[in-house]
T-cell receptor
Framework: AQTVTQSQPEMSVQEAETVTLSCTYD???????LFWYKQPPSRQMILVIR??????QNATENRFSVNFQKAAKSFSLKISDSQLGDAAMYFC??????????FGTGTRLTVIP | EAQVTQNPRYLITVTGKKLTVTCSQN?????MSWYRQDPGLGLRQIYY???????DKGDVPEGYKVSRKEKRNFPLILESPSPNQTSLYFC???????????FGSGTRLTVV
């Protein structure tokens, strides 16, 4: 089954604190890409970070980093030093060999001033 | 500027009235796809296209049609819209082995 699971429908974090969003997925493929997308109220889909499954090193983009556990099929997103502009819906997604993206159901992140 | 352009941004229509949502990309990408986004369900793929004249069904193709007559355009057609097709629609394209996906700005469709 091509499933991506985000078990946290909503999360909140204090400004300047750190928050981790969870994602697990199912696949029989050995090589694939994983993504986190941010969707602010403008509804634009913005790529936050990308991880290639064959790479052991966890991807990092400024304040955003992932904890990729391939054997456990887990791909969590850590946001450090949270800012008000980080408030958004976050989607985890996995790309199949046919270049199709499967998305999770999303986690709505609230940042508390 | 590299982009995916969707039109219209908002659309309200009545049940049964055929409509087309256009999607165009200027990046010469071979792969394009359509998604619908519904609360609590995330984004689900409707159709995708690996290249010109090559299209295939995604997870929720019922009630939709697509065509890919030229590389840059990938319109989504609703022959007889129904209220359950009220949703937020996204077009996306992808380029290259390490290329990411570029999404359009979305089309909010309401069928009454």
């Amino acid at each position: 089954a091509q499933t991506v699971t985000q078990s946290q429908p909503e999360m909140s974090v204090q400004e300047a604190e750190t928050v981790t969003l969870s994602c697990t997925y199912d696949t029989s493929e050995s090589d694939y890409y994983l993504f986190w997308y941010k969707q602010p109220p403008s509804r634009q889909m913005i790529l936050v970070i990308r991880q290639e499954a064959y790479k052991q090193q966890n991807a990092t983009e400024n304040r955003f980093s992932v904890n990729f556990q391939k054997a456990a099929k887990s791909f969590s997103l850590k946001i450090s030093d949270s800012q008000l502009g980080d408030a958004a819906m976050y989607f985890c997604a996995r790309e199949t060999g046919a270049n199709n993206l499967f998305f999770g159901t999303g986690t709505r992140l609230t940042v508390i001033p | 500027e590299a982009q995916v352009t969707q039109n219209p941004r908002y659309l309200i229509t009545v049940t049964g009235k055929k409509l087309t949502v256009t999607c165009s990309q200027n990046m010469n990408h071979e792969y394009m796809s359509w998604y619908r986004q519904d609360p609590g369900l995330g984004l689900r793929q409707i159709y995708y296209s690996m290249n010109v004249e090559v299209t295939d069904k995604g997870d929720v193709p019922e009630g939709y049609k697509v065509s890919r007559k030229e590389k840059r355009n990938f319109p989504l057609i609703l022959e007889s819209p129904s209220p359950n097709q009220t949703s937020l629609y996204f077009c996306a394209s992808r380029g290259g082995p390490v290329g990411g996906y570029t999404f359009g700005s979305g089309t909010r469709l309401t069928v009454v």
